[in-house]
């Protein structure tokens, strides 16, 4: 069975500082990583994947994540926070040896809240 | 527009209700997702399907029903056997086969049974 684990319900952090939301996984063969942003009552928007290739993956708005294979993680970054970045933060995973329902596993979601 | 459009946004019910949330995609993609998000527990799996006239149970399927006859079309049933029906629907879209793609999202539908 596959898992995420994002230890943080909450993250603080002033807007301009760096900001990390943490997230570890656990699948039976290798993971497709995936994170989400979501803003009150809305669906979610994807920021960023990881299938293969380069540990370091770019994505939407400024965001990128670390995929680290010996500690199962893929942590969120971003160098300089903003205000506007303040919202709710899924991980998500995917099996790569699930080619039925292909569906994804997430995280209870970390919320960030940017200080101005 | 492109994308997926969940209706009604807001839902009331009273208890013993069935009541069915609807999700339609323009996307021409080949497998949908429902998804339900209660508070500090992220999203979980209801139902999906990888084709039309096809569909699979989720995680949480018990209380819920879904049809899938046409590919842009996959509505919800919640049925009055679901315990604990108040929470955030989601509906979920990707494209099958080939690269490893995304799910696209819709707004949702919050739905609220007293």
């Known amino acids: 069975a596959q898992s995420v684990a994002q230890p943080e319900d909450q993250v603080n952090v002033a807007e301009g500082n760096p900001l990390t939301v943490k997230c570890t996984y656990s699948v039976s063969g290798n993971p497709y990583l995936f994170w989400y942003v979501q803003y009150p009552n809305r669906g979610l928007q994807f920021l960023l994947k990881y299938i293969t290739g380069d540990n370091l993956v770019k994505g939407s708005y400024g965001f990128e994540a670390e995929f680290n294979k010996s500690q199962t993680s893929f942590h969120l970054k971003k160098p300089s926070a903003l205000v506007s970045d303040s919202a709710l933060y899924f991980c998500a995973v995917r099996d790569g040896r699930d080619t039925g329902r292909r569906a994804l596993t997430f995280g209870s979601g970390t919320r960030l809240q940017v200080q101005p | 527009d492109g994308g997926i459009t969940q209706s009604p946004k807001y839902l009331f019910r009273k208890e013993g209700q069935n009541v069915t949330l609807s999700c339609e995609q323009n996307?021409?993609?080949?497998?949908m997702y429902w998804y339900r998000q209660d508070p500090g527990q992220g999203l979980r799996l209801i139902y999906y399907?990888?084709?039309?006239?096809?569909?699979q149970k989720g995680d949480i399927a018990e209380g819920y029903s879904v049809s899938r006859e046409k590919k842009e079309s996959f509505p919800l049933t919640v049925t009055s056997a679901q315990k604990n029906p108040t929470a955030f629907y989601l509906c979920?879209?990707?494209?099958?086969?080939?690269?490893?793609?995304?799910?696209?999202f819709g707004p949702g539908t919050r739905l609220t049974v007293t």
């Open positions: 979920a879209s990707t494209p099958s086969g080939g690269p490893v793609y995304e799910q696209y």
């Open positions: 996307l021409n993609h080949d497998a």
């Open positions: 399907s990888q084709i039309v006239n096809d569909f």
